[in-house]
């Protein structure tokens, strides 16, 4: 399931209703992604979201399917916000679900990777020096071609 | 064609979405990408490093020599960085 939302989530209600009714799920794997204040000068005093609506939430159906290629899921969960977000907010959340930890551990730890290439969303932050574009990382590319050698 | 611009291409380019034509002479992304730098200063300076631009037609990436058509959305951005 995808979700695109401005506001925030509750971790405990939505891994619970990832699992509920499903008695062939033996593990769930979960990241979350907060707002990170860098500290000192770069100190981040809030960031915004924006995002490519439609084109967003197919990336992401794109990517969840490809992960339920890979893997034996029995349920799967994206939710990423946007807008504006202090320190210390949630951003994202992506759970998986299957019968045995491997699977879910791995195919949660896909999805989080391709999602920072692949799903349409930049960020922007406000620092006490003013408001600068986040810039996209080399190691995050990196990260997420790792997945491609493997099938 | 509709054209969608995020980001710090969007400040500089001042406008988040325009409706053109298919310019004359245009058929596939990076003539179009040409064509929109010779529209103003903005422009120019928007896409002056084409090493930082993404683009995507009808939400799908897609690289300089992808055809376009009147019709399409074209949205043009920098490298992404949600997560």
Known sequence: ?151 | MKILYFAWLRAKIGTAEEDLPLPRGVADVAALLAWLKTRGPGYAEALKDLTAVRVAVNQDYVGPEHKVRDGDEVAIFPPVTGG
């Open chain 1, 1 to 151: 399931m995808i979700k695109v939302q401005r506001e925030d989530f509750d971790v405990g209600l939505e891994l619970d209703r990832l699992t509920r009714g499903n008695p062939h799920i033996g593990g769930v794997a979960s990241f979350i992604g907060l707002v990170r204040d860098m500290g000192g000068t770069d100190r981040v005093t809030a960031l915004s979201l924006e995002h490519y609506p439609g084109m967003t939430e197919k990336k992401l159906a794109e990517i969840e399917a490809e992960a339920n290629r890979r893997w034996p899921l029995d349920a799967s969960l994206i939710i990423h916000r946007y807008g504006r977000l202090e320190p210390g907010d949630r951003i994202v959340l992506v759970a998986t679900a299957s019968p045995h930890r491997e699977a879910a551990l791995a195919a949660c730890h896909f999805l989080i990777d391709w999602l920072k290439t692949d799903a349409p969303f930049w960020k922007s932050e406000e620092t006490p020096a003013g408001e600068r574009w986040v810039a996209a990382r080399h190691e995050d590319d990196e990260a997420a071609r790792r997945w491609t050698a493997r099938k």
